[in-house]
């Protein structure tokens, strides 16, 4: 039995020898030191042996047990340390190499622009209002003077919904909605960005969605002199301190008078050219001071109160002021395109 246990022994160590896998290992240890496995086997069968032989065998099957248990233990550690390095040798990460250029977003050309334009009027001490893109006819005709079948509702084709609601066409029913919201008896100093919709073909100078900047000043004394020296301002800060400005006398239902404002042009620098088409002079909004029907509309007593609005398009100042030559560009987003007006 002696001989069968070392024989055993002498087995199981070559086997472990040989193992390459903590899997080989594993079935070694079942085979050999497991429940079913010949030691276990020898174990059992001692109840056959002299009294004398006994303690002698048991004392060897348990060290031949041990021996093949810590073989396998350091086997096992042996395996786990060279499986370990591999790996390691395998992931090597060289830190030092350069890492690669992460892409970085930034605002929109418009809605940078629409920002400045914010700020700008901020700094004068109007707020910023909203209103819906889906308006009532009222607010988008009627409360602006633009009663049903006013010529003048033909200036701006329009995406109906309902009888009384559409897209809205301007930013102008905002005027409307925050004289109502102050009731009459408040100066009102807003403007309001958004988006507008009309029934245009999409073309280089056309969208059928675009964006719109509308303002107001209502209080107790407003000028005319106070709406030239604000657009003053802002044409000055937006396009150059070296811009003029001018006021043609226009016509806009809710204004009376009405004019449109024109820069002197850059390109040429008044001179006449391609770009302005030989006046020296690029259209950039209307306005005029608020007709005293849209204010009593609206519940302010043209008597006591009167005020100024102008609307702009924050598409063609993005144009005029970075040159671009077609107004799809701002809603095909071509990364190519935007990525000119990132800043840094
Ligand atoms: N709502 C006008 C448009 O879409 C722009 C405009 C002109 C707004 C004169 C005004 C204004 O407030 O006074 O063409």
Do not use: C
């Given at each position: 039995m002696k001989e069968r246990l070392q024989a055993l022994q002498a087995e199981a160590l070559t086997k472990v020898e040989e193992a390459a896998t903590l899997s080989d290992l594993q079935d070694i240890r079942?085979?050999?030191l497991g429940k079913k496995g010949p030691i276990t086997e020898v174990l059992r069968g001692m109840g056959k042996l002299s009294k004398e032989e006994r303690p002698?065998?048991?004392e060897l099957a348990n060290k031949v047990r041990e021996t093949i248990a810590n073989e396998l233990d350091a086997k096992k550690?042996?395996?786990e340390a060279a499986g370990l390095e591999k790996r390691l040798e395998k992931e090597t990460l060289d830190v030092t190499l350069p890492g690669r250029p992460v892409q970085v977003g930034g605002p929109h050309l418009l809605t940078s622009i629409v920002e400045e334009i914010e700020d700008l009027f901020i700094g004068m001490g109007?707020?910023?209002?909203?209103?819906?893109?889906?308006?009532?006819?009222?607010?988008?005709?009627?409360?602006?003077?633009?009663?049903k079948g006013h010529p003048a509702r033909d200036m701006?084709?329009?995406?109906?919904?309902?009888?009384e609601l559409l897209m809205r066409t301007h930013t102008s029913p905002v005027q409307a909605r925050t004289m109502g919201e102050y009731k009459g008896n408040k100066p009102v100093k807003m403007i309001c960005p958004g988006k507008v919709y009309r029934r245009d073909t999409d073309d280089a100078t056309h969208s059928h969605q675009f964006t719109q900047v509308e303002g107001l000043y209502v209080d107790k004394n407003v000028r005319m002199s106070d709406l030239k020296g604000v657009l003053n301002r802002f044409a000055k800060q937006l396009f150059g301190e070296d811009r003029e400005i001018r006021l043609r006398p226009s016509f806009f239902p809710f204004t009376?008078?009405?004019v449109e404002m024109d820069i002197s042009c850059k390109v040429c620098n008044g001179e006449g050219c391609s770009v302005c088409k030989g006046t020296g002079w690029i259209e950039i909004?209307?306005?005029?001071?608020?007709h005293p029907r849209v204010l009593e509309m609206a519940g302010y007593d043209p008597k006591v109160y009167n005020g100024f609005a102008f609307g702009m398009g924050p598409e063609r100042i993005a144009m005029l002021k970075y040159g671009v030559?077609?107004?799809?560009?701002?809603y095909t987003n071509d990364v190519r395109f935007l990525q000119q007006y990132h800043k840094a």
């Open positions: 079942v085979a050999y002698v065998i048991g550690e042996k395996l109007f707020e910023i209002k909203e209103g819906p893109e889906v308006e009532t006819d009222y607010y988008n005709f009627e409360a602006l003077n633009l009663p701006q084709d329009s995406f109906y919904i309902t009888e009376e008078p009405s909004l209307g306005g005029g001071m608020v030559d077609d107004i799809r560009h701002f």
